[in-house]
C-alpha cells in the first residue's frame, strides 16, 4: 500500500480538478443550461453579502414576480450594456399604470436615485459565487471558450495519464506475481 506522502500528489491533483470543474460549472455550464446570466460584482454596494469580485446569475423572472426583498441586476439605461445588481426596497405603479421598483445597494445609506422599468430587468439573483467573479472577468467570450476546451483537454488528458499509469503498475505487479509464483 502506498504512503500518505505518495498519494499526496495526487490527491492535491484531483482537488484542483475538482475545483476548476465547479468553476466552469458555477461560471459557464449552468447558466447556459439554465437560460441564466453570470455577472460580476464590481463595486461593494452589496456588502457584506456580495463583495465585489462575486460572481452572480441571474435567472430572467416576470416583473409581476418580483417582490420588495429582491435581489435583482438591471440595466442602468435601458437598452445599454451597463447593469447594476441592487435589492428592490419598493414598488410602485405609475399614473400609466406602469409598475415601476426602487432599488438600493444593501451597503447604501439612501435608494437609487432612479426608479427601474421592467424592461431594464436582466433578472433575479439565482445563485452567487464569492471570487469567481475576478476568473469570470479575466475571460472574455472568446477566451471563456478557449479555457473551457484547453481545460477540458487537460483534465482528459490527465485522465488518460492516470489511465496509462494504472495499466502500467497493474502489468507490472502481474510480472512480478508470476516470477514470484515461478520460484
Not at 475538482?18 to 458555477?26: Q, T
Not at 473551457?148 to 494504472?166: D, K, R, T
Request: net charge positive; aromatic share 6%; proline share 7%.
Amino acid at each position: 500500500m502506498r504512503s500518505l506522502a505518495a498519494r499526496l500528489p495526487q490527491v492535491a491533483a484531483w482537488a484542483v480538478i475538482a475545483a476548476v470543474i465547479a468553476g466552469l460549472s458555477a461560471a459557464v455550464l449552468v447558466p447556459r443550461v439554465a437560460g441564466a446570466t453570470p455577472y460580476t460584482i464590481l463595486t461593494g454596494s452589496m456588502r457584506p453579502d456580495l463583495p465585489p469580485g462575486t460572481l452572480v446569475v441571474v435567472k430572467p423572472v416576470p416583473a409581476d414576480e418580483i417582490t420588495v426583498g429582491t435581489v435583482v441586476t438591471y440595466q442602468l439605461t435601458s437598452g445599454k450594456a451597463t447593469v447594476v445588481t441592487h435589492r428592490v426596497v419598493a414598488t410602485s405603479t405609475t399614473i400609466a399604470g406602469k409598475k415601476t421598483f426602487t432599488t438600493q445597494g444593501d451597503a447604501n445609506e439612501v435608494p437609487d436615485a432612479k426608479p427601474v422599468q421592467p424592461v431594464q430587468i436582466r433578472g433575479e439573483l439565482w445563485y452567487s459565487v464569492p471570487y469567481l467573479g475576478y476568473a469570470n472577468n479575466a475571460l472574455t467570450g472568446s477566451e471563456r471558450q478557449i479555457a473551457v476546451v484547453l481545460v477540458a483537454c487537460l483534465l482528459l488528458g490527465y485522465a488518460g495519464l492516470m489511465f496509462v499509469g494504472q495499466a502500467r503498475d497493474r502489468r507490472t505487479k502481474n510480472h512480478q506475481q508470476k516470477e514470484e509464483a515461478a520460484l
